[in-house]
């Protein structure tokens, strides 16, 4: 819920974005180990997010992906453009998401 002029409306994101000033820049991109840590063995690795953790166990060289290769043609500015249009929201302003 918000208040809104006094009154409590139910928060979905056009009500919200529509009476306050709110902007994905004002938040850090960055998390500090108490909202997310990586706990990791020799084979396995905990992820803990805000205190939920999920644990995960390395997979087989034979289940693995290989993933570490050269991508001819790509620049960082060019990874930036194509994940904007992959993850496009309406509430949020597209320089917001390039940055």
């Not at 500015?77 to 949020?92: G, K, Y």
């Amino acid at each position: 819920m918000a208040e809104i002029q006094g009154i409590l409306e139910f928060a979905d994101a056009d009500v919200f974005m529509e009476y306050h000033d709110w902007s994905l820049l004002d938040y850090s991109s960055k998390l500090d180990e108490q909202e997310f840590a990586i706990r990791e063995t020799a084979r396995s690795f905990e992820i803990d997010l805000d205190g939920k953790r999920i644990t995960y166990q390395f997979a087989s060289e034979e289940e693995q992906l290989v993933l570490d290769t050269a991508v001819e043609g790509w620049t960082a500015e060019a990874l930036v453009l194509w994940l904007d249009r992959q993850v496009r929201q309406m509430d949020i302003h597209q320089s917001e998401l390039l940055k």
